[in-house]
């Protein structure tokens, strides 16, 4: 079986290389010059470093599976976590579940009130009595105002942003409760994360060589034009690589691409299907990345709890894994979730580092512009589908109305929250779906 498959992204580099081990020959075809989609790399002083901040928790089996497979589990770290969040000018630490009672800005019965809540979600296992009911008003029913409007509102704002917050479905929250509860110890006091020290950029590499050395094949820099029809069945794709254009046939092909990429691709898709498709919405995702000659924090991850900052999160990934492995740089990320349109979006590099350098010092007092060396730039469209109330219903099936068409991607991670883990199982999934749907086994 001949598949073409769009986008080289965790989901389509996995689906491929399932696929080429079971002796189907898979073809991918990337627009960017580069693989890993989202999670893709930059070069940083001679060490590699995603885009945009990734680690894995210790229930993200899939990754960690595909990792250990390609002979690259010797390079996973497992390292506790350190979380925090900014609120009313001072940093308060969340490393363990005491920690909420030191969270001065609500009252005492307040925190509470909030650890017996979010205890009593760690214990729920039916995700479908959240799905249509907003988390703005489950959390304000149970948590009280004062646990709504000092922690979780800043959160889903951060999120999802002014525009979108308070359509957020319960059943989100639900599932990014469990992931972390799921990668604490065993004694259910501190989380752990894995980061694997070769960067995600190795382990995207393996897995094209494996595919390539299947008889697969891996087009970067070329844009899929078009998806080739006949009558109710997907045949080939038309595709440009600089100049030249070609087209070629396949006996299945696989899309990869954001949902709202498909209609631009072919014709002819039915209203129901096509309506699934155009109700996801997508935020993206700007980032600055800061390379410093001195640590910002002592905290990894930092929720920002103040809506006056202008970025929702700092992320210093060399409180992960330590600076010794980037030259002895210090590494943040200012993360913002942001609507096309939006001001920030679009803000140049040194536009964007202007707006936030003073509220960098919010952070710590002592910053000085003088301890930047070096800063990235990065701007991802369609990067967080919007999971609102009733997601469920709209997400769209992964066999699409023509035979032999298939979708993977994130608008149909649910209910956990897209990320590699959940894109590795996916394009695994879809693989043993084309196979079983053609008559292969999958073993």
Request: hydrophobic share 40%; charged share 20%.
């Amino acid at each position: 079986m001949k598949v073409g498959i769009i986008g080289a992204g965790a989901a389509g580099l996995t689906a491929a290389y399932e696929l080429s081990k079971h002796g189907h020959k898979a073809i991918i075809f990337e627009e960017a010059p580069f693989l890993g989609g989202q999670a893709s790399t930059i070069d940083v002083e001679g060490s590699r470093l995603e885009k945009g901040y990734h680690h894995w928790f210790t229930n993200d089996t899939n990754i960690i599976q595909l990792t250990e497979e390609l002979g690259l589990g010797e390079q996973i770290r497992w390292i506790d976590s350190t979380v925090a969040t900014l609120c009313e000018g001072e940093i308060y630490d969340f490393v363990t579940p005491m920690d909420l009672l030191k969270f001065k800005p609500l009252k005492f019965f307040e925190r509470l009130r909030l650890g017996l809540v979010t205890l009593y979600l760690q214990r729920q296992r039916n995700y479908h009595k959240y799905e249509s009911i907003s988390a703005e008003k489950w959390l304000k029913q149970h948590v009280g105002a004062g646990g709504y409007e000092k922690f979780w509102e800043p959160m889903l704002r951060g999120k999802f942003g002014e525009v979108y917050y308070k359509e957020i479905s319960m059943a989100w929250v639900w599932g990014k409760i469990q992931t972390r509860v799921k990668s604490r110890s065993k004694n259910m006091v501190r989380e752990k994360l894995g980061y694997p020290v070769c960067s995600f950029g190795e382990i995207f590499d393996v897995l094209a060589d494996r595919i390539r050395q299947s008889s697969g094949e891996v087009h970067l820099s070329t844009k899929v034009s078009k998806i080739i029809t006949s009558g109710n069945t997907a045949t080939g794709l038309t595709v440009a690589s600089g100049s030249l254009q070609s087209q070629e046939n396949f006996d299945a092909i696989i899309a990869t691409t954001p949902s709202y990429v498909i209609p631009k691709l072919l014709d002819g898709l039915p209203d129901n299907y096509l309506s699934k498709l155009k109700q996801v919405e997508y935020l993206g995702a700007v980032l600055l990345i800061l390379l410093l000659d001195r640590p910002l924090s002592s905290v990894y991850w930092l929720n920002i709890a103040d809506r006056t900052i202008p970025f929702v999160a700092a992320i210093e990934h060399t409180n992960l894994l330590g600076p010794e492995y980037y030259a002895g740089n210090h590494i943040v990320y200012l993360s913002n979730y942001l609507t096309a349109d939006d001001p920030l979006f679009v803000m140049s590099e040194d536009e964007l580092l202007s707006e936030y350098m003073p509220h960098i010092k919010k952070i710590n007092p002592e910053f000085d512009p003088s301890w930047i060396k070096k800063v990235f730039h990065q701007r991802v469209s369609a990067a967080q589908p919007i999971i609102s109330v009733d997601y469920q219903k709209r997400i769209p099936q992964h066999q699409t109305p023509f035979d032999n068409l298939y979708l993977a991607n994130t608008t149909q991670i649910y209910p956990e929250d897209r990320g590699t883990n959940y894109s590795v199982k996916m394009g695994k999934a879809i693989a043993e779906q084309v196979m079983l749907d053609f008559g292969y086994e999958f073993v």
